[in-house]
């Protein structure tokens, strides 16, 4: 099998391209990874690819991923926060694989925030 | 940090956070040195030679929100402990550069580990930055750079699933191998 070359995007892009039609805009969901070094250190790659995995599988268009730093709570990394459409966002702590599933099947996708992963709710904010 | 593409994966989360627009890493493995060197450059905010001073002292930081910051530390650390050092220059409103220096067949040199995943994880929260990711050993030579995949892309987002996982596939049959 030949290794895969840049130019071969192409064919995927226009496939992307077609679909996009079709798609929602906006972004209903959006969940934000902690990747401070703390949460690096503590696995943040592994979640952060767990979600994009997830998004893959359920091929969902309005779900934003991104990435923040440190949150100032290090010691209960690795984080994300999940941000629902109008409902307050939901600080998840102590992540894993198994963890990001259960959250991305209850709350992502229906609305249901796991309580037993949650920190708090609400938004640290920086002065 | 179990590797070195974590600690890669850190560093340019700091050039992101300082505002940065272009990154470039290099991964340069030269065994007839037995080098490794790891430079990651940035179009940041950059520093002035105060923070330059003290940017791998631990309890130094620019953040508000702790007191400590520990991912240049980390990084000397483990260039450090294989013979080799860190050096970090820097210029306000210009960029920084921090170039990371280990002995390759050092026992405590820590595997490059998964590039792709690191590359892959910036573009998917940070779709706006222009990364180019250069890599070099005695037999070969490769780059990628974001430029090349927007080129085709044109008005898909970069953190688009499909283009995200293309990126990481052709990353993972072209950069793992040759690193180990």
């Known amino acids: ?127 | 940090m179990e590797d070195l593409s974590l600690h890669i994966l850190d560093i340019a989360e700091n050039s992101i956070n300082a505002g940065a627009k272009n990154i470039e890493i290099a991964i340069i493995e030269d065994s007839s040195k037995d080098l490794l060197t790891i430079e990651i450059k940035d179009d940041g905010k950059g520093m002035d030679a105060d923070t330059i001073a003290n940017v791998t002292n631990p309890f130094f930081t620019t953040r508000t929100t702790r007191r400590v910051g520990l991912g240049l530390a980390f990084l000397e650390e483990a260039a450090n402990s294989t013979g080799g050092k860190l050096r970090v220059e820097s210029e306000l409103t210009t960029g920084t550069k921090v170039i990371a220096e280990f002995q390759l067949s050092h026992i405590d040199r820590k595997p490059v580990g998964n590039i792709a995943d690191t590359i892959v994880m910036i573009l998917a929260g940070n779709p706006e930055i222009n990364l180019r990711y250069y890599q070099e050993n005695n037999a070969s030579k490769f780059l990628f750079d974001t430029n090349d995949v927007k080129k085709i892309t044109n008005e898909i987002k970069i953190n688009s699933i499909e283009i995200l996982k293309f990126i990481r596939q052709y990353l993972e049959e072209n950069v793992n191998k040759i690193n180990k």
């Open chain 1, 1 to 127: 099998m030949t290794k895969l070359k840049i130019e071969d995007l192409d064919k995927i892009a226009e496939d992307v391209r077609r679909k996009m039609t079709i798609r929602e805009g906006g972004g209903k969901v959006k969940i934000t990874v902690h990747m401070g070094t703390c949460g690096i250190a503590a696995g943040a790659r592994t979640v952060m690819s767990a979600f994009l995995n997830e998004i893959d599988i359920h091929n969902i268009k309005d779900v934003i991923i991104t990435t923040s730093g440190c949150a100032g709570l290090c010691s209960k990394e690795p984080m994300a926060t999940v941000e629902y459409g109008e409902q307050a966002p939901v600080k998840y702590i102590e992540l894993n694989e198994t963890k990001v599933k259960k959250i991305f099947d209850d709350h992502v996708l229906k609305g249901k925030f796991v309580q037993e992963y949650a920190l708090a709710i609400g938004s640290e904010r920086i002065q």
